[in-house]
């Protein structure tokens, strides 16, 4: 069974930076693509980043320049460098099996695991 375990999430204030992990067994982790997604207090889910196969990354809007995302398939492992964190990025942060850019369906199925918290706050 695919398995992504999270870490890494906490309580910041702004402009404070953090680094999220994701651990990934189960599956060819160097053959797939892995997503970023995030759901804010009240809100549906939203994509954040992609980095595909070959180390390739995408980004939302509103976190160009502060995100980073990287992988290392030596390990099994996806991160989320954040950096220049904003009241705006609290949200629960999950690591996603495949690709995906863009609109995050209500309906996504695919492998995420269970999570880690993000809080800016002064």
């Known amino acids: 069974d695919v398995q992504l375990v999270e870490s890494g999430g906490g309580l910041v204030q702004p402009g404070a930076s953090l680094t999220l992990s994701c651990a990934a067994s189960?599956?060819?982790?160097?053959?797939?693509?892995m997503t970023w997604i995030r759901q804010a207090p009240g809100k549906g889910f939203e994509w954040v980043s992609v980095?595909?196969?070959?180390?390739?990354?995408w980004y939302t809007n509103s976190v160009k320049g502060r995100f980073a995302v990287s992988r290392d398939n030596d390990k099994n492992m996806v991160y989320l460098q954040m950096d220049n964190l904003k009241p705006e990025d609290t949200a629960v942060y999950y690591c996603?099996?495949?690709?995906?850019?863009?609109?995050?369906?209500?309906?996504?199925?695919?492998?995420r695991g269970q999570g880690t918290r993000v809080t800016v706050s002064s």
């Open positions: 189960g599956l060819a982790f160097s053959t797939y693509a």
């Open positions: 996603r099996r495949g690709a995906l850019i863009g609109v995050v369906s209500p309906d996504d199925s695919a492998p």
């Open positions: 980095i595909n196969a070959e180390g390739r990354s």
